[in-house]
């Protein structure tokens, strides 16, 4: 043990790796015929005989602290062979340090071997206290009672020691054992040839700097089942995203350095994660650990030089945030209550009702493995004016105080969602006075493996008003258009994110967005109604570098527009290197209350803008961090006073880019999803001639790579 006292960091007891006896009786019984039985690191606390053995050829007893009530220590008995060696035995009445002479001392030898076995038994390095006048050995059945006449007359036990071995009072609980004092005569003391590497509990052997090496080989090995340990410098746990990892790698360091020579690595560690039911127990201060899924994670690190048999405190929690990769999917649809889709009730979502849609899985992907799914969510047929909220469904969740969509009585509308999944499922509220039917395509899912992420200033890719990225008319009801992203994405580019707007229809319709070359799938990206501009943020997989867009209007036209805000695809290959952390639906600012706004209230003027803070920054992290490197929220604008649109941009940026994010009409609430470049914050910029209400909903940020 170390003369520091034990260290206080302890998780639950293991199952001892050696024995303690309190019985009556021998407390190992090495039975007839046994052969090769290693006698090694137990602790006999006061009782009857300690080890008997008999008829046990090629037996080893060595490195135990045995402990008697005036009552044998090591007994060999019938035809033995073998060695007693680097052994404390004491036998006096009494514990130790209240130890005494025996009332018959003739039956606590300390060491007796048949007449049988001594022909083939060797015993050395042995500390035998004489405390209890019995005799040091028994040796054939003639009685010592001093080493000096013991090894005269046998050559044995030369290097034995017959003191007070000066242990200290027993020590742990359902597993006790006696440590050395700093004067034992144990110390640095046995034959290392005899010995295991470590003692009873995995302490490694360790040089006391005070003491003089007069053992054998390395010279500092401790006799008996208990290693003296120096002092440690401690300098705490460290929980890190590993750099060379996957996305949800990490790596945990335990500083733990001993200030005496050992022969290998000090103390046993538990490294208890928050995402696994059971601790890891290993003698490494450093190990890899996967987390399922992105978010704060943390690990409690115990560590003990008692092989986890006492229970002292455990050790505060190590963080992280890690973040969480993207899994493209074919768009589909999930859950449509118009038909019964995913909730197997045909009917729609009751006033200030709620959905629960199910989602155990995704593929061969599980629900704890999912970080957040990505669903495009559209409300259709609303009986009055209200707004939806999705959020996660897990035990004790409370619905969040904010709206992803908000509709009025009639209106079809969609956003893009990314919400994680609870106890495997979402649940969707329905916050108005009437009915809604509520459909959800699923998009992607935040996971691993999957691909990171390249977020940029927004940057217009397609107009067919004036012919950017497309021929310079309208779509037609029913009509295509291919959208060629070659050369704005890198090669190997698994899926874009684009928020496509709708303007100028002539007639109410939808649009779909697929991978190019794919068959036309059964969900829709953005609903649109005449002469109405609506826009939704759109995570689609691209093929070749090339998406389609469909005009799924019955008549009419519509002029279509998109603004690239980011790719996904393979570090290696596209450069990309952000990853997911899921932090909402939590709301971060809304300008009618002042919340967020520095609690400053009032509209966004003409001109200007409202500046929203990631909720979530490098305050989990404990070493070397990344701050947000893009925000994900909802963007809600409400009460404008007159039509215009929003444009949110990175709030370090010189120029504000030529794009919209949300466009809106007087009097108007309309809503979009938002994946926008920004060092932890961004601007929302009203081009407006008129004043608008803001609100941002954060759904999560994307982190840079890890340093």
Not at 459 to 482: E, I, K, Q, S
Request: charged share 15%.
């Amino acid at each position: 043990m170390r003369r520091s006292g034990p260290r206080s960091r302890e998780p639950p007891a293991t199952s001892p790796s050696a024995g303690t006896s309190r019985r009556t009786g021998p407390g190992i019984d090495v039975e007839s015929r046994v052969t090769g039985a290693v006698v090694s690191g137990n602790t006999f606390s006061p009782g009857e005989l300690a080890v008997l053995a008999t008829d046990a050829p090629d037996l080893s007893i060595t490195g135990n602290t045995l402990v008697t009530n005036c009552s044998a220590g090591i007994e060999v008995a019938g035809a033995s062979s073998g060695s007693i060696e680097n052994n404390i035995v004491e036998t006096s009445k009494g514990t130790p340090g209240t130890q005494g002479a025996c009332v018959d001392p003739g039956s606590a030898a300390a060491i007796s071997v048949s007449a049988g076995s001594v022909a083939n038994t060797a015993a050395d390095y042995n500390l035998i206290d004489p405390a209890s006048t019995g005799p040091l050995y028994v040796w054939g059945g003639v009685g010592y009672a001093d080493l000096a006449s013991f090894t005269t007359a046998t050559a044995q036990g030369v290097h034995d020691v017959a003191a007070d071995p000066q242990l200290e009072p027993e020590m742990g609980a359902s597993f006790a054992w006696y440590p050395l004092k700093a004067t034992s005569p144990a110390i640095d003391s046995a034959d290392a040839s005899a010995e295991l590497p470590s003692d009873h509990v995995h302490e490694p052997r360790t040089d006391d700097p005070a003491v003089a090496n007069t053992g054998t080989g390395a010279g500092y090995y401790d006799r008996g089942a208990s290693e003296v340990e120096g002092p440690t410098s401690e300098h705490g746990s460290l929980l890190q995203r590993d750099p060379s990892g996957t996305p949800l790698e990490a790596v945990v360091s335990e500083s733990e350095t001993p200030t005496w020579t050992t022969n290998g690595p000090i103390g046993i560690f538990a490294y208890q994660f928050n995402d696994e039911p059971y601790p890891l127990i290993t003698t490494q201060t450093t190990i890899q650990h996967t987390f399922r899924t992105g978010g704060k994670h943390c690990v409690t690190v115990y560590d003990s030089d008692s092989d986890f048999h006492n229970l002292p405190a455990g050790s505060r929690p190590t963080c992280a945030v890690m973040g969480a990769a993207y899994d493209p999917v074919t768009p589909t649809r999930l859950m449509d209550t118009r038909s019964g889709l995913g909730t197997g009730d045909v009917a729609p979502v009751a006033p200030y009702g709620e959905v629960v849609l199910p989602l155990a899985s995704i593929g061969a992907t599980p629900a704890k493995d999912i970080t957040s799914v990505v669903l495009n969510v559209t409300v259709t047929q609303p009986k009055s004016g209200g707004f939806l909220t999705v959020y996660p469904d897990q035990v004790g969740a409370v619905r969040p105080g904010v709206s992803d969509i908000d509709f009025a009585p009639g209106q079809t509308a969609s956003v893009l969602v990314t919400v994680p999944v609870g106890d495997g499922a979402i649940r969707f509220y329905n916050g108005s006075s009437g009915t809604v039917h509520v459909l959800a395509d699923l998009q992607g899912f935040y996971g691993a493996p999957g691909d990171e992420v390249a977020s940029q200033t927004p940057v217009r890719v397609l107009d067919t008003r004036n012919g950017t990225g497309a021929p310079a008319h309208p779509l037609a009801a029913g009509g295509d258009l291919t959208l060629n992203l070659t050369g704005k994405v890198p090669s190997g580019t698994t899926a874009v994110v684009l928020n496509v707007g709708a303007t100028q229809p002539t007639a109410s319709g939808w649009l779909a967005l697929y991978p190019h070359g794919q068959p036309l799938p059964g969900v829709s990206d953005l609903d649109f109604v005449a002469n109405l501009t609506v826009a939704n943020l759109v995570i689609v997989p691209v093929s070749g570098g090339q998406v389609s867009i469909h005009d799924g209007g019955n008549s009419g036209t519509v002029q279509v527009f998109a603004d690239l805000e980011g790719y996904f695809g393979p570090q290696g290959t596209t450069g990309a290197t952000l990853t997911f952390v899921p932090s909402g639906p939590t709301r971060l600012m809304d300008t009618r209350t002042g919340d967020g706004n520095w609690g400053v209230a009032g509209p966004v003027p003409a001109g200007g803008y409202v500046e929203v803070y990631a909720s979530s920054n490098d305050y989990y992290c404990e070493g070397p961090c990344s701050r947000p490197a893009a925000l994900v929220f909802n963007l809600t604008a409400t009460a404008p006073t007159t039509s215009g649109f929003l444009t949110v941009y990175d709030a370090d940026a010189a120029t504000r880019p030529a794009a919209s994010t949300l466009d809106f009409a007087a009097n108007q609430t309309v809503s979009n999803a938002v994946m926008a470049t920004g060092n932890g914050a961004v601007k929302a910029y009203n081009s407006g001639p008129g004043t608008v209400h803001v609100i941002a909903d954060e759904e999560g940020y994307f982190l840079g790579p890890a340093q």
